[in-house]
């Protein structure tokens, strides 16, 4: 599909090294693409890939993490998962180029097969999700904004708190909300006819621990890495996530993302034993 064809569905994007993207809105594409670019987010902590591996994208919004995997690591196939139906044709047009070592699904992944409400926010598509909490999202992307600036302009004085609130306000308005089907890793292993998954990115948006429940225990081992940002306001998510996966035999860590201090959302980093 052609960059030059899509500007209906979307706006084109482009990043620093050169790469044309399609996106919905400016500034969360430039916070994702600095996140997974340029910070290279997902490969801490030991994360790797090597030519032939699999990687699935859940989560996977407009692709960066996608087109990240496959501009950086040969030969890499990836199942991309985005139940939105806007940002999932984004997800599609992007990942184009990159013929059948891309394949997209339009699923959401649960615990159970089912269908569920999807909210979509148009201004911030990343904190779209099955588990939207307005409360939440405001103080997450209000931190976010607070974190950035602070990062990136040290010297200069903070944001104004009306300012700030109304930059909240606009980012989180026109919330929409639609039916979506769900699937399990496990189903989806077998549909695929998956022998391995080298790394599960998960980006879910407070869906964590369903997504992990969701896998058999026969698929387990075919598991060798996981990478997920994990919303936890109550601090009551990460400690079952690492139950789980230390429990399954991986080694994990968990670490606060620079510039999301007291948002709520944490990264953990898995790999075998």
Request: charged letters at 25%; proline letters at 3%.
């Amino acid at each position: 599909m052609d960059i030059e064809n899509q500007e209906n569905i979307a706006a084109v994007f482009t990043a620093p090294n050169g790469l044309e993207i399609l996106h919905y809105a400016a500034g969360e594409t430039q916070f994702v693409y600095h996140e997974i670019f340029e910070e290279r987010i997902y490969f801490r902590h030991g994360i790797t890939l090597a030519k032939g591996d699999c990687v699935w994208d859940i989560g996977a919004n407009i692709g960066l993490f996608t087109l990240f995997v496959e501009e950086n690591f040969e030969d890499v196939q990836v199942h991309a998962f985005e139940p939105s139906l806007q940002i999932h044709e984004i997800l599609v047009a992007n990942t184009a180029r990159y013929g059948s070592r891309v394949i997209p699904h339009r699923y959401g992944i649960a615990g159970e097969q089912r269908e569920a409400t999807f909210s979509f926010y148009p201004g911030y598509s990343i904190m779209s999700g099955f588990h939207v909490d307005a409360q939440h999202d405001a103080r997450t992307l209000r931190a976010g904004i607070l974190g950035q600036w602070r990062k990136r302009y040290p010297n200069r004085a903070e944001l104004g708190e009306r300012y700030l609130d109304e930059m909240v306000r606009s980012a989180l308005a026109g919330r929409q909300e639609y039916v979506c089907s769900l699937r399990t890793i496990s189903q989806m292993i077998q549909e695929t006819r998956s022998k391995k998954i080298d790394l599960l990115k998960i980006d879910a948006e407070g869906s964590e621990l369903d997504i992990l429940g969701g896998v058999r225990d026969e698929h387990w081992p075919l598991i060798r890495q996981v990478v997920m940002e994990i919303h936890d306001h109550d601090a009551s998510v990460t400690p079952g996530v690492v139950n789980i996966l230390e429990s399954r035999g991986f080694r994990t860590l968990v670490e606060q993302p620079d510039g999301l201090a007291n948002s709520g959302v944490v990264n953990c980093y898995a790999s075998r034993v």
